[in-house]
């Protein structure tokens, strides 16, 4: 499977942006799908994960929690990130990534998912 991120941008804090990532190929519905972010200087970092069709799975980071929310469209192949109440350490860049084998301990790995997106860049401004 091949992945597009989308929609990043400059905000100011506290505002709100919807990350997009568009998938190609089969069997998507059956992925599991996750958003990292890589701040520079900075290791890769988990943000969210939602599981594929016959499983029930969203995890969040806690520095993310009740301000961003995973969503899945399987019809139309896309996994999009809702980002409120940015603040400047949301700054980064954001990839998706996808699995379709996925233990679901390992799905706030980076390591874990084998393929990626190639990264959209989210600056917040203070």
């Known amino acids: 499977v091949q992945l597009q991120a989308s929609g990043g941008g400059l905000v100011q804090a506290g505002g709100s942006l919807r990350l997009s990532c568009a998938a190609s190929g089969r069997a998507f519905s059956r992925y599991f799908m996750g958003w990292f972010r890589q701040a520079p200087g900075k290791e890769r970092e988990f943000v969210a994960a939602?599981?594929?069709?016959?499983?029930?799975?969203?995890n969040y980071a806690d520095s993310v929690k009740g301000r961003f929310t995973i969503s899945r469209d399987n019809a139309k192949n896309t996994v999009s990130l809702q980002m409120n109440s940015l603040k400047p350490e949301d700054t980064a860049v954001y990839y998706c990534?996808?699995?379709?084998?996925?233990?679901?301990?390992?799905?706030?790995?980076?390591?874990?998912?084998?393929?990626w997106g190639q990264g959209t860049l989210v600056t917040v401004s203070s």
């Open positions: 939602i599981s594929g069709l016959g499983r029930s799975y969203i």
């Open positions: 990534a996808g699995d379709r084998n996925l233990i679901t301990g390992l799905a706030t790995t980076p390591n874990a998912y084998d393929y």
